[in-house]
């Protein structure tokens, strides 16, 4: 068991030092020089070699590359080459807004997909699951940014009950805070609703076919319950699955949408970042991703172990 | 049956429904909020290019010894007035006395002097030290009087103090004005959520009048269809310079919006590479001059008529002269000449893009005009910092399409490596006398002749002045809709 461990928790840190390289190899033959574009059309070479030298661009290629590492495994990610701020308080000030973004468009999604994947599944080749496959087909087709401008145009533009746009910050209260992240969360949870609507059903479908439940049914267990207590438990772990590979979609689209609601979350900042060849904020947030990504699979291993305890032993 | 509950209930809720548009109204007065493409990075404009940290920062938190009013004319600032000695050298500036900066620290001459001096030393990344280049001594005898004297005789030195680069920072605090910048202008900075608002309040203790405005929040929303929302929806009072020329139609249709389409300083041009063949022959040049039809253009990338230029010179200027004229549209001249260079079947080039939609969009356009003459442009898009390196930096580029938006940025086309690389002796020559020339007149003439010069050897492609297209609610007053420098100055904005 602790032989198993160690191997994992190799590997983990192997996979992080690996794209730790390919992260740095990538960003430093991308041209461009981002004191040039801090400095604009106009700048004076002085002025250049000053900011370079600020921004610690005049260093070594290994050194830099080392002296990051280091940051990282100490906690210091660098000062951000515009904001001319630590990232570590910029990715802070990001996540008051993406986290509570992401987790409303998980919860939602999650009451809205497991249920209805329920329903279909308990339906099955009735009205009720036909309306659910519309449903997830039209959840899946529809692109979340023009979704996303739907609900403003709806709730924002012609019933003026939202914002449009934009984050007041939490100090403006909860209530004013939340209500802006309500439609970027709808928005973001719909496509992934459709999907964990699908997913429960095909995963339900199929363990109904299994013995177990024929012998449930068969013990007199009302259908009802056989449902719950064996089939949709059973059926959870893919569904578990889905969700977690679901997180790094999300992040995706969160870029798109925290672009289409003006939400100053991490997926702006990654936008921004690029845009503006904040080379240092790019690095550690793309180190971020694939260290979030790493960790949730981690997890998702972990959570197997809870639903089902019969993995638990086999490991 | 009307119980008294029922009628206390009901006399309550009209008294709210009064009070909550009254109440709404009371605060709509003294507060606006605007809309911006893009966020400033930081906020000290003396360490960075970005037009953003002007457009917030300058005349609201900092101010300059003088400033440009929205006319494009320079008026007094922290300096009340100046003087220019006989010797076109020595400028005496008479200080404001009651000035103050944001920490209660008295503003005086020494603060100047600091400002100037910390703009050229050598840990500064100041981007525009010609300002101060010309400056040979700086004195500061009391704190009401600062005299500076120049090397040479210096025709825009005083204009150069309007910028943004040129703003004087107490020595106390400028070393965070980056965060938490502390200024002598008419607003403090309050609070700034990155990513998403920057919020100024009035600074009570300004020397000059008093603005209208209490508070101002600056929104920063860069998608198009999230400006249009924005504005439609209520929630922004003003958007400076719409990025969804697209929309202007339907916002004019709602009475609660006024849309103006203003000038700005930035000229747009099909930037040449003249120093390298088939492009270093005037011939071809001029060739490709007779084939950009700018009409089609403008309505290709924004949908309705701008204002075109001929030379490298804005119309918001005094001293502009219209010469877009100097090539009329014409395929068969622009052919001959094409003929004339040795080129009678056209030949391939590249044409490289970067971001903005005005270039994106203008390329496909501009592609498709010299194809008529079989002059055949691939287009490479590319991202900003990309642009800034191969095709500004290393010169690598046969032809590209970009806006100047820096005001008087003609000596441009004096530096024989600047990325054009348009080298005319001539031409240096015209603009090393209109920088010794310190009378106004003669200079406007002067700068007449440069644009005369550049037009005639069709060194880029000159196409038309960036619009800012501003929106603001129909009883919102006093916000600049040109743009002789891009500011968004706060001191006269109120609602009507």
Redesign the interface.
């Known amino acids: 068991m602790t032989g198993y461990l160690l191997r994992r928790l190799l590997s983990f840190f192997a996979t992080l030092l690996s794209a730790a390289i390919v992260i740095f190899l990538v960003l430093e033959v991308l041209p461009g020089d981002p004191a040039a574009v801090t400095l604009g059309l106009n700048a004076a070479p002085e002025a250049l070699a000053a900011l370079r030298a600020e921004m610690g661009l005049d260093q070594p290629a290994l050194l830099r590359f080392f002296s990051w590492i280091g940051g990282l495994i100490t906690g210091d990610l660098g000062l951000s080459y515009t904001y001319r701020v630590p990232v570590t308080q910029l990715i802070g000030e990001r996540m008051v807004v993406t986290l509570p973004l992401a987790s409303m468009a998980i919860l939602l999604a999650s009451a809205i997909g497991i249920p209805l994947g329920a329903l279909a599944a308990a339906n099955h080749n009735r009205a009720g699951d036909a309306a659910v496959m519309v449903f997830a087909q039209a959840g899946l087709a529809i692109p979340n940014f023009w979704f996303g401008l739907l609900l403003v145009l709806v709730f924002a533009v012609g019933a003026g009950w939202l914002p449009a746009g934009g984050f007041p910050g939490w100090h403006a209260g909860f209530w004013p805070a939340l209500k802006s992240l309500l439609l970027p969360a709808v928005a973001l949870a719909l496509p992934q609703a459709a999907i964990l609507a699908r997913v429960t059903r095909s995963a339900m479908l199929e363990t109904m076919q299994e013995d177990y439940v024929r012998t449930a049914r068969a013990k007199g267990v009302s259908r009802r319950r056989t449902m719950l207590r064996h089939v949709l438990r059973n059926a959870l772990i893919p569904v578990v699955t889905v969700l977690g590979l679901q997180f790094s979609v999300l992040l995706a689209g969160a870029i798109i949408i925290e672009n289409v609601f003006a939400l100053p979350g991490l997926g702006r900042l990654v936008f921004q970042s690029i845009a503006q060849h904040d080379l240092i904020v790019v690095k550690d947030l793309v180190m971020l991703f694939s260290g979030l990504v790493v960790f949730i699979n981690f997890a998702i291993e972990l959570l197997y172990g809870l639903i089902d305890p019969r993995l638990r032993q086999a490991s | 049956m009307t119980t008294r509950r029922d009628l206390l209930a009901g006399a309550g809720l009209t008294a709210l429904a009064i009070q909550l548009p009254l109440s709404a109204f009371a605060q709509a007065k003294d507060s606006v909020t605007i809309g911006m493409t893009l966020?400033p990075?930081?906020l000290d404009p003396t360490s960075?290019?970005?037009q953003a940290i002007r457009e917030v920062v300058l005349q609201n938190i900092f101010e300059g010894l003088v400033a440009m009013d929205r006319t494009g004319k320079l008026v007094p600032a922290l300096a009340e007035s100046w003087t220019l000695a006989a010797d076109n050298l020595t400028y005496t500036f008479k200080l404001r006395p009651n000035a103050r900066f944001h920490d209660g620290t008295p503003f005086s001459s020494r603060d100047v002097k600091f400002s100037f001096e910390r703009a050229v030393g050598?840990?500064?990344?100041?981007?525009?030290?010609?300002i101060f280049t010309p400056i040979e001594s700086i004195e500061a005898p009391d704190p009401v009087r600062l005299i500076i004297k120049l090397k040479q005789p210096t025709a825009n030195f005083v204009y150069g103090l309007s910028w943004g680069d040129a703003i004087v920072v107490s020595s106390a605090t400028a070393a965070n004005n980056?965060?938490n910048p502390i200024g002598t202008g008419p607003f403090k900075f309050a609070r700034w959520?990155?990513?998403?608002?920057l919020e100024l309040a009035r600074n009570d203790e300004y020397w000059g009048a008093k603005p209208a405005l209490a508070k101002a929040v600056f929104?920063?929303?860069?998608?198009p269809?999230?400006q249009v929302?924005?504005l439609?929806?209520?929630?922004i009072d003003v958007f400076t310079n719409l990025s969804a020329p697209e929309a202007i139609p339907q916002l004019k249709a709602d009475p609660k919006l006024k849309v103006t389409l203003g000038k700005t300083e930035g000229e747009t041009i099909l930037a040449i590479n003249n120093a390298k063949a088939p492009f270093s022959d005037v011939r071809v040049r001029q060739a490709i001059s007779h084939v950009l039809d700018r009409k089609t253009i403008a309505l290709g990338i924004y949908g309705f008529d701008l204002d075109y230029i001929g030379s490298h010179f804005s119309p918001l200027h005094p001293a502009y002269v219209d010469l877009t004229g100097t090539y009329p549209v014409d395929l068969a001249k622009a052919k001959s000449l094409l003929a004339a260079a040795g080129f009678p079947k056209g030949f391939e080039c590249t044409l490289r893009l970067p971001?903005p939609a005005y270039a994106r969009r203008g390329g496909e356009i501009v592609a498709a005009l010299l194809a008529q003459i079989g002059i055949t442009a691939k287009i490479e898009p590319l991202?900003?910092?990309?642009w800034?390196?191969?095709v500004?930096?290393a010169r690598d580029f046969d032809l590209t399409i970009i806006s100047?938006t820096?005001p008087l940025?003609i000596a441009?086309y004096a530096r024989d490596d600047y990325y054009f690389q348009y080298r005319n002796p001539e031409f240096k020559a015209l603009i090393e006398k209109i920088d010794r020339t310190v009378d106004e007149a003669e200079r406007n003439k002067l700068y007449g002749d440069a644009q005369r010069m550049l037009a005639r050897d069709a060194v880029n492609g000159f196409l038309f002045i960036l619009p800012k297209i501003t929106v603001t609610k129909a009883d919102l007053d006093g916000m600049w809709t040109d743009w002789p420098l891009p500011l968004t100055p706060l001191a006269e904005v109120r609602w009507r």
Do not use: C, M, V, Y
């Open positions: 966020e990075p930081t960075g290019a970005a050598p840990d500064s990344t100041n981007a525009q030290r010609w980056k965060t959520n990155r990513g998403d608002r929104r920063f929303i860069s998608d269809q999230a929302a924005a439609r929806a209520g929630d971001p991202e900003f910092p990309q800034l390196e191969r500004f930096k100047h820096e940025d441009n």
